[in-house]
């Protein structure tokens, strides 16, 4: 089995600043993606900023230039650095791992239980 915690999140003011963290455990290969969605009230999951196990990154029109992604490789870790908060950036952020099995299998996803990130005006 394999568990994604995050940690972080809470309220914050427009402008300001907050960071999640995320770590993956268990047993598993290789993670080749790890990354961060988000859901806000009555909208779905949407994409925020993934990165690969070998530094690619991508992030969302919305947040790119605002947020950070980065990631250890040998911790199983990711954070994610928000700045110039809005306050339609209020949503559930959920971190994702992508894992594999072997040098062969496919990809299994897995969630972590998301952290509420507030942000007022």
């Known amino acids: 089995q394999v568990q994604v915690v995050e940690s972080g999140g809470g309220p914050a003011q427009a402008g300001g600043s907050l960071r999640l963290s995320c770590a993956a455990s268990?047993?598993?290969?290789?993670?080749?993606?790890m990354g961060w969605y988000r859901q806000a009230p009555g909208k779905q999951r949407e994409l925020v900023s993934i990165?690969?196990?070998?530094?690619?990154?991508n992030y969302a029109d919305s947040v790119r230039g605002r947020f950070t992604i980065s990631r250890d490789n040998a911790k199983n870790t990711v954070s994610l650095e928000m700045n110039s908060l809005k306050p339609e950036d209020t949503a559930v952020y959920y971190c994702?791992?992508?894992?594999?099995?072997?040098?062969?299998?496919?990809?299994?996803?897995?969630w972590g239980q998301g952290t509420q990130v507030t942000v007022s005006s």
């Open positions: 994702n791992a992508d894992v594999t099995y072997s040098s062969s299998s496919g990809r299994f996803r897995f």
């Open positions: 268990g047993n598993f290969f290789s993670i080749p993606v």
């Open positions: 990165t690969a196990s070998g530094g690619t990154t």
